[in-house]
Nanobody, 128 residues
Framework: QVRLVESGGGSVQAGGSLRLSCTAS????????MAWFRQAPGKEREGVAR?????????LYADSVKGRFTISQDNAKNTVYLQMNSLKPEDTAMYYC????????????????????WGQGTQVTVSS
């Protein structure tokens, strides 16, 4: 059973930074795609960033976080990171890690339906 464990959430003031980590375990091979999503109360889950771990590590970001967030990987640790800088109150949400081993045709890799495996989430709160 695939297990994804997030850590690194917390409370910061606007303009601050946090780094989230997601480690995949109980896996037989590295996920092809890993991503970060977030969900604020009363809102739909939103894709924030994804990385293609097995190809070129190329990232894809939601427009709302471009230039502020950076997704990276440590393949030796099966871990993906999300460095979040210049945080805004609107970044407040539960952040989830997701993984996929195969591409789903017709679905963007920043859509939740692309990913069959999910972590439990870590809360990020940004105060103004």
């Amino acid at each position: 059973q695939v297990r994804l464990v997030e850590s690194g959430g917390g409370s910061v003031q606007a303009g601050g930074s946090l780094r989230l980590s997601c480690t995949a375990s109980e896996i037989t091979s590295r996920p092809t795609y890993m991503a970060w999503f977030r969900q604020a109360p009363g809102k739909e889950r939103e894709g924030v960033a994804r990385i293609r771990t097995m190809v070129d590590g190329s990232p894809l970001y939601a427009d709302s976080v471009k230039g502020r967030f950076t997704i990276s990987q440590d393949n030796a640790k099966n871990t993906v990171y999300l460095q979040m800088n210049s945080l805004k109150p609107e970044d407040t949400a539960m952040y989830y890690c997701a993984a996929a081993w195969a591409r789903t045709s017709g679905i963007s890799s920043l859509e939740s339906l692309f990913y069959p495996y999910w972590g439990q989430g870590t809360q990020v709160t940004v105060s103004s």
